[in-house]
């Protein structure tokens, strides 16, 4: 299994287990300030925040590496005007 798959397997399954645990403990019996379970769920809303921030860094950066290398590509071909020296024509004179 190639370490991207693996990387996206694990980027997934955080984003489904954290918002499962949200859903879960949304209504919760809150004991008040020293509350763990409240504590938690911002720790693991504010982890959900930078995911989303670094994945979609991550997803413009790619792009942006795409564009660049594709566009380099473009360029570094020259394409040469088709004469009979190129075809390597013979001639009969």
Do not use: Q, W, Y
Not at 41 to 63: F, Q, R, Y
């Amino acid at each position: 299994m190639s370490p991207a798959l693996v990387l996206l397997l694990l980027f997934v399954s955080i984003i489904v287990l954290s918002t499962v645990f949200l859903v879960m403990h949304a209504n919760h019996d809150c004991i008040g300030v020293e509350c763990h379970i409240c504590v938690i769920i911002k720790n693991v809303k504010s982890m959900l925040e930078h995911m989303g921030k670094t994945l979609a860094t991550a997803v413009l950066s790619g792009t942006l590496l795409l564009a660049v290398m594709i566009s380099f590509a473009r360029s570094s071909f020259v394409i040469l005007p088709s004469t009979l020296l190129n075809e390597e024509v013979k001639l009969n004179i």
